[in-house]
Nanobody, 115 residues
């Protein structure tokens, strides 16, 4: 089993930056993909970005050029660097890992973009 613990998030002004972190523990060798999802009030949870074990990345169109997903295998940690944040990015952000046993989720972190 894999456990995910998130950190980061908070309140930032439009145009600002934030970095989210997600530390994995447990059966980390079963992880084949990691990602970030978000859920805004009244909306469905959506994928933001994913990164595979070989480093291939994908982004939802709305964050391309602004967000960067990365992972540090030595620290078993993935990151989401968010630049030029917009009010529409306000949501609870969830770390996700795909493993041989299924999908695991972090606890979620609130990101609020507001003046």
């Amino acid at each position: 089993q894999v456990q995910l613990v998130e950190s980061g998030g908070g309140l930032v002004q439009p145009g600002g930056s934030l970095t989210l972190s997600c530390a994995a523990s447990g059966d980390i060798f079963s992880i084949y993909v990691m990602g970030w999802y978000r859920q805004a009030p009244g909306k469905l949870r959506e994928v933001v970005a994913t990164i595979t074990s070989d480093g291939s990345t994908n982004y939802v169109d709305s964050v391309k050029g602004r967000f960067t997903i990365s992972r540090d295998n030595a620290k078993n940690t993935e990151y989401l660097q968010m630049n030029n944040l917009e009010p529409e990015d306000t949501a609870v952000y969830y770390c996700n890992a795909g493993t041989s046993s299924g999908y695991c989720w972090g606890q979620g972190n609130q990101v609020t973009v507001s003046a």
